[in-house]
């Protein structure tokens, strides 16, 4: 079995380093603050709050985690939240009472399958759900916890809590946030500048409301101290620059660290018993061969201005405000630039790090390079 993995959350013996910033999370959490852990995709935010989960869990808290992926209006958010809610409860039955007696328009209801298994089920008597019933519903993690256990609230992917503009709903949950003593928020997201907003920008609901926390890449020593050991229980060799050469290709981002990683495994398994420099650039070639019809479709959707700054962001990602860097790359206009930045990064092409941007997907990169420059 491959002994690399990727695209899931990471758990276990799949799961490295990051000891330090769990630690802060547990802490912060514990002392009774709210906070807001930000990356850019695929770092591994939704991993190690997994991690941070058995912690508090194994502390006595109840973890509710809810993802806002998922949620397109208020009625999928409400019985989301509910599912998530339900998930960490042991007693049903103080469930289904606490529900009806909080939240007016929702009747629970408990059934039992052919094996006597309950099973929690909602009804909305709304067909849209009111800012009443979506109150209550805030409610329901404080309700649940007043005689029991404190509860920690994550809600990951936040940053599209912005596509419910409708009811005001951030200013509500806010409020809630500020209301409740036994519950504390963890938010999570990877679109950094619509998080960055909502929490810096002094007109936003949760301006100041939670300590920040940015999660980097993992250390190199340990990535390559991972990715020796994990080779080497196949017999198979990789020395400490052949690890970097792999690190710097995937954009040294954990995620295509696995991917490119799980690509060599499965190239030399059968054959080579060392990773050579060379390998890891066939590899990664074979990555990009493998994705690049889906590479096309995205590269050809991008304006004619969005494609230019793509490739002059192959060369570089800092001052690409400037008049230098318009002049360099021939772009039009900062003004314009402005207006590729915000449609590549709202669609994910680009990220940014401090203050500079990137392209999220190193091999997307390497394809460009490859077929469009
Ligand atoms: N600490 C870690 N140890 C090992 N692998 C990791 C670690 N963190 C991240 N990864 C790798 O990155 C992948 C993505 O992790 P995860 O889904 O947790 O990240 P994310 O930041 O939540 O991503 P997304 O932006 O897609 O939600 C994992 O499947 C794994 O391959
Ligand atoms: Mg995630």
Not at 259 to 273: G, K, R, V
Not at 298 to 315: G, N, T
Not at 339 to 354: C, E, F, R
């Amino acid at each position: 079995m491959n002994p690399f993995s990727y695209g899931t959350i990471v758990r276990g013996d799949f799961f490295y380093d990051r000891k330090e910033e769990g630690e802060r999370i547990v802490s912060t959490l514990t002392n009774g603050n709210n906070m807001v852990l930000f990356a850019p995709r695929r770092y591994g935010k939704t991993s190690l709050v997994f991690r941070v989960i058995e912690e508090l869990e194994e502390r006595g808290y109840t973890c509710v985690y809810m993802d806002f992926l998922p949620v397109y209006s208020i009625e999928t958010f409400v019985s989301l939240y509910i599912s998530a809610i339900e998930k960490k409860q042991n007693n049903l039955q103080r469930l289904v009472q606490i529900i009806t007696n909080v939240v007016k328009s929702i009747r629970p209801k408990l059934t039992f399958d052919s094996s006597g298994n309950p099973e929690f089920g909602i009804d909305l008597t709304e067909s849209t759900v009111s800012i009443q019933t979506l109150s209550e519903v805030l409610d329901l993690p404080e309700k649940l916890a007043l005689s029991g256990k404190k509860t920690i609230v994550i809600f990951d992917e936040f940053q599209e809590i912005t596509k419910l503009n409708k009811f005001g709903f951030e200013s509500l949950l806010r409020s809630k946030i500020q209301q409740q003593q036994q519950v504390n928020y963890l938010f999570l997201g990877s679109r950094t500048h619509l998080l960055n907003d909502m929490f810096n920008n002094k007109n936003r609901a949760f301006y100041n409301s939670a300590s920040h926390m940015q999660l980097g890449p993992l250390p190199h020593d340990d990535t390559v101290a991972y990715l020796q050991e994990k080779f080497s229980q196949s017999g198979i060799d990789i020395e400490l620059q052949v690890a970097l050469y792999l690190i710097e290709l995937s954009g040294d981002i954990p995620y295509y660290i696995q991917l490119l990683a799980a690509e060599i495994w499965q190239y030399i398994i059968t054959s080579q018993t060392s990773v050579t420099r060379e390998l890891v650039d066939i590899c990664a070639e074979r990555i990009v061969e493998l994705k690049k019809d889906y590479y096309f479709e995205l590269f050809d959707h991008q304006s004619v201005m969005q494609k230019q700054l793509l490739k002059a962001l192959m060369q570089s990602g800092d001052n690409i405000f400037s008049a230098p860097y318009t002049r360099r790359f021939r772009l039009s206009a900062a003004s314009t630039t402005q207006k590729s930045v915000l449609a590549l990064m709202d669609s994910g092409i680009i990220d940014k790090t401090n203050s500079s941007y990137f392209i999220s997907d190193p091999f997307f990169k390497r394809f460009i390079r490859n077929y469009a420059l």
